[in-house]
Nanobody, 118 residues
Framework: QVQLVESGGGLVEAGGSLTLSCAAS????????MGWYRQAPGKQRELVAV???????AYADSAKGRFTISRDNAKNTLWLQMNSLKPEDTAVYYC????????????WGQGTQVTVSS
């Protein structure tokens, strides 16, 4: 069983910064992709940023230049450094890990709320 536990969310003023963390545990295949997704009220969940186990990253256009995703493979930990936050970044942020080994495996955390005030 795989568990993902996010932390670091909260209330911040526009222009401020937050760092989200995700601690992963359980039987996780070493070749995987970890990522952050978010869901704002009334909207669909969307990708924010992903990172492979080799460090290759990809960002949503809305996150480029402001957010940085990183990970520690030895500790199975994922981070999202968020700078220059905007009110439109307000959402529940979810940690995800996925890999394919015969079939696809896809796990989600419970989410952490990020609220950016104007």
């Amino acid at each position: 069983q795989v568990q993902l536990v996010e932390s670091g969310g909260g209330l911040v003023e526009a222009g401020g910064s937050l760092t989200l963390s995700c601690a992963a545990s359980g039987s996780i295949f070493s070749i995987n992709v970890m990522g952050w997704y978010r869901q704002a009220p009334g909207k669909q969940r969307e990708l924010v940023a992903v990172i492979t186990n080799t460090g290759t990253t990809a960002y949503a256009d809305s996150a480029k230049g402001r957010f940085t995703i990183s990970r520690d493979n030895a500790k199975n930990t994922l981070w999202l450094q968020m700078n220059s936050l905007k009110p439109e970044d307000t959402a529940v942020y979810y940690c995800n890990v996925q890999w394919r080994l015969v079939r696809r495996y896809d796990y989600w955390g419970q989410g952490t709320q990020v609220t950016v005030s104007s």
